[in-house]
């Protein structure tokens, strides 16, 4: 018997809790299809997600691809389908795959397992990142260095702690709902080891009574705690400055990993900043999003981004 | 002590030679790992003390791991007892890269001096008065630290104090009781022969 799994026909970050929901009480080696026939819409977030959905189960998925002809083309356009193909059965109408030529679509779902890939995926972004932030969401120039930054320190995490491969997307779309502004976003979705377990393979790790996924993503979001930390001050700091870039740029981070989901709000954004009890799912999905910036707004300066204490460089 | 001898290294140079000749990107940690082994390799090589400049004009993006593992790391070195002594200055660090170098600085509680334009920079950690007696060897080095005291309006004993720990961190270099911040060129200061 085969159990059909509804994806939602929006799926964004927070819809896409439905579908967990849904997958987190099937057994393992249940016949499952992940039926997307009436999706609409899809954020670099879900689509990303579905992908490390069938990563988490050891039997190969089917997918009903969605009906509507633009949705399909566009998931075609952002590659999903070229991946989805390895990972899923999938059964419906596939549109050959193009390269993607629109702008909206600032970087294909692209799958991270090695450090190459986070130096091919930086190396491919930049010029239409500069393009894109600098031209379009009118954001300052130097954006674009600081979003390579924190696209690469994203991408690490899958790397250096996910234990298995995951894929990052990078588009724009205007977000009507919630801003009324074009935002960029960044996805990060893997289904590895996830935070609270990467967190407790460091040594001399202690858990504490609550000690749990919840604790776990504030340590490593908040406190920039790292299992590397031992010996090796250095680390922990990918996701601060994940944290930071978003803050100057009035932007939203969530990350989500295990059962609970950690989420720095600006604003325009009604998020709760920790949601804990979600259904259960492995590794970590993460999602940037950077709105355009209107005429006269300046970006939130925080720490030395201004000439502080220890800023050596004096305005010219 | 001996003039020190001046070493520029080009790490966009090093990055192509070490990682990948199609890089320009500072990224990853074990980006950073072979860049800096790479670096440290030249540095212990000298022979007796160097300047030792890195050369960022050729680095487009800089992520955090990067500034960790070769800028922390090899401030850090310099600074070792078991190090022979050498400075450490930095040159072609556009604004993109300050973030990262400037985050790294601080959580190592570190220290680094940059060339820009011509004008020596300081960034990192250091508290206003290092910066202000920094500033006065900046502006009137090579100086004796009763000169600077005059300049600063300050006692002699402090500011060799505040100049001896400047020195400890490799934020100034002192040469016959003058202090200089290193890389900078002047009739008492190092002569540079590059040698890379």
Redesign the interface.
């Known amino acids: 018997m085969t159990t059909v799994i509804s994806v939602p026909p929006s799926l964004d970050e927070h819809s896409m809790e439905q579908l967990f929901d849904q997958l987190a009480p099937v057994p393992e080696g249940t016949k499952l299809l992940l039926d997307a026939r009436h999706v609409r819409w899809a954020s670099p977030y879900g689509l990303t997600a579905l992908l490390c959905v069938a990563q988490s189960r050891p039997d190969r998925l089917g997918f009903a691809v969605p009906e509507a002809a633009e949705t399909v083309s566009y998931w075609a356009r952002t590659g999903f389908f070229r991946h989805a193909a390895d990972w899923f059965e999938l059964h419906g109408q596939v549109p050959r795959t193009r390269d993607a030529h629109e702008s909206d679509v600032l970087l294909e779902i692209t799958p991270i397992t090695k450090s190459d890939d986070v130096h091919a995926v930086v190396g491919r972004i930049q010029q239409k990142a500069a393009d894109i932030l600098h031209g379009q969401l009118n954001l300052d120039t130097a954006v674009t260095g600081a979003f390579g930054m924190t696209l690469s320190e994203a991408c690490q995490n899958i790397v250096e702690h996910a234990g298995l491969g995951g894929w990052v997307g990078v588009q724009t779309y205007n977000y009507a709902r919630r801003l009324g502004r074009r935002v960029v976003v960044i996805a990060v979705c893997d289904a590895g080891v996830g935070f609270r377990r990467s967190l407790e393979s460091a040594p001399g790790h202690r858990r504490s009574d609550r000690w749990d996924d919840a604790m776990a993503l504030e340590d490593a979001v908040l406190r920039a705690v790292s299992r590397f930390r031992h010996g090796d001050a250095g680390r922990g700091q990918g996701l601060a400055g994940i944290r930071r870039f978003v803050g100057r740029w009035s932007g939203k981070l969530s990350v989500r990993s295990g059962t609970a989901r950690l989420a720095i709000t600006p604003p325009w954004d009604e998020d709760v900043p920790m949601t804990e009890g979600l259904a259960a799912f492995p590794g970590a999905q993460m999602q940037i999003v950077i709105p355009e910036r209107l005429e006269g707004e300046a970006p939130v300066r925080q720490r030395g981004a201004s000439a502080g204490a220890s800023r050596g460089r004096a305005p010219r | 002590m001996t003039i020190p001898a001046a070493m520029h290294i080009d790490i966009g140079h090093v990055l192509r030679g070490t990682v990948?000749d199609?890089?320009?990107?500072l990224?990853?940690?074990?980006?950073g790992v072979a860049v800096r082994t790479a670096i440290e390799r030249q540095v212990r090589e000298a022979d007796g003390p160097v300047v030792t400049t890195i050369d960022f004009s050729q680095v487009?993006?800089?992520?955090?791991?990067c500034a960790?593992?070769i800028v922390?790391?090899l401030l850090l070195l310099v600074q070792r007892e078991d190090t022979p002594v050498g400075y450490l200055t930095f040159r072609g660090l556009?604004?993109?890269?300050?973030?990262?170098i400037?985050?790294?600085?601080?959580?190592?509680a570190l220290?680094l001096v940059?060339w820009?334009e011509g004008e020596a920079?300081?960034?990192?950690?250091?508290t206003?008065n290092e910066?202000r007696c920094w500033e006065a060897v900046r502006l009137h080095g090579p100086a004796t630290a009763s000169q600077l005291a005059r300049h600063l309006e300050r006692s002699v004993a402090t500011l060799e104090e505040e100049l001896a720990h400047l020195v400890q961190r490799r934020l100034v270099m002192e040469r016959e009781a003058r202090f200089s911040v290193p890389g900078a060129v002047g009739e008492s200061g190092p002569r540079p022969t590059p040698l890379a």
């Open positions: 990948c199609l890089y320009s990107n990224v990853t940690r074990p980006t487009q993006l800089l992520d955090f791991s960790d593992e922390a790391k556009q604004d993109g890269h300050l973030d990262p400037e985050t790294v600085l601080e959580r190592h220290a940059s820009h920079e300081l960034f990192g950690a250091v206003d910066r």
